[in-house]
């Protein structure tokens, strides 16, 4: 199946509301037209440029947010791609910048929360904090959804992760969109690109000729992430494709579940599980 075929079928999916006089996956056209706004998280990479793309060819109504993380070089290559990714697609971007910001770049402010716990991961610490900065953004932007380039190689290696070390509990909801969480500071997490794999997405934005950083960041050092993608790697698509399948026939015996309670962090006011949040927690 064509990759643009996977991505509208996810779309529809998640009813994700089809743009007005798009052809939806069926081929009818939607006259009412209900338009929402999708912020794209750009980080620079394949996977978000052909998101922005996918979305902005499908007619939906986007805009960009790249998060200047100040990873030297790299950040600044990055910013490059997303400036000429977003012109060439005629896309609103939205830069934020993490030194003006937060005040130091994301090396610095790693290394702090790695002097107090030396056990945390780099993309583990980088991750809480863009996805704070992200619903925080995307909420003052006023935009209906997020939507990030996680991919099916991305997703696989998380679940298999979880299992792994022993809590598979935090994939039960892993899915195209964010499930078990509503709350009006909450901004819905969309991911187009969940059943599409990595090589897939590499050939499409190679053949489009999108505005690309292929070099991988320099910080992503998890090497327990790296073992879990080489073992995943020498399987075929269809097994990853399975795993994923399998913690959605869990979400979905799991449905009467509560939903999960939301509360506003004492520090900050952002939704969270607990009273603090989980990047309040690293940063104080
Ligand atoms: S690879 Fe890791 S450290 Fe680099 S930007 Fe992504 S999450 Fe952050
Ligand atoms: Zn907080």
């Not at 994700?16 to 052809?23: A, D, H, Q, Y």
């Not at 607990?274 to 990047?279: D, F, L, R, T, V």
Request: proline share 3%; aromatic share 6%; charged share 35%.
């Amino acid at each position: 199946m064509k990759l643009e075929t996977k991505v509208r079928q996810t779309l529809k999916k998640i009813k994700l509301s089809t743009p007005k006089g798009v052809p939806s996956v069926r081929g009818d056209i939607n006259t009412k037209g209900k338009k929402e706004k999708i912020l794209i998280a750009l980080s620079g990479g394949k996977d978000s440029a052909t998101t922005a793309y996918l979305l902005k060819k499908f007619g939906y109504d986007i805009e960009g947010l790249y998060i200047d993380l100040k990873i030297g070089k790299y950040s600044e290559k990055c910013l490059e791609a997303v400036k000429k990714l977003c012109k060439n697609l005629g896309i609103k971007l939205h830069v934020y910048d993490i030194e003006k910001e937060r005040g130091a770049g994301m090396c610095y402010l790693r290394s702090g929360v790695q002097e107090k716990k030396a056990k945390l991961r780099n993309c583990a610490i980088c991750g809480v904090l863009k996805k704070w900065i992200l619903n925080r953004e995307a909420r003052k932007l006023k935009v209906n959804k997020i939507a990030t380039g996680h991919n099916l190689d991305d997703e696989a290696q998380t679940c298999l992760m979880n299992v792994l070390k022993g809590s598979p509990k935090l994939s039960f909801s892993s899915g195209p969109v964010t499930k078990n969480i509503s709350d009006r500071k909450f901004i819905p997490r969309i991911k187009p690109l969940f059943y599409v794999a990595e090589k897939e997405i590499r050939k499409f934005s190679k053949q489009k000729k999108l505005s690309v950083v292929y070099n991988k960041c320099p910080c992503a050092l998890d090497s327990y992430r790296i073992q879990v993608r080489k073992f995943l790697n020498t399987l075929p698509e269809k097994d990853k494709r399975n795993i994923l399948k399998n913690f959605e026939k869990i979400f979905v015996k799991n449905k009467k579940r509560r939903k999960d309670k939301v509360e506003y962090c004492e520090i900050c006011g952002e939704p969270s599980r607990n009273n603090i949040c989980k990047m309040c927690k690293l940063m104080r």
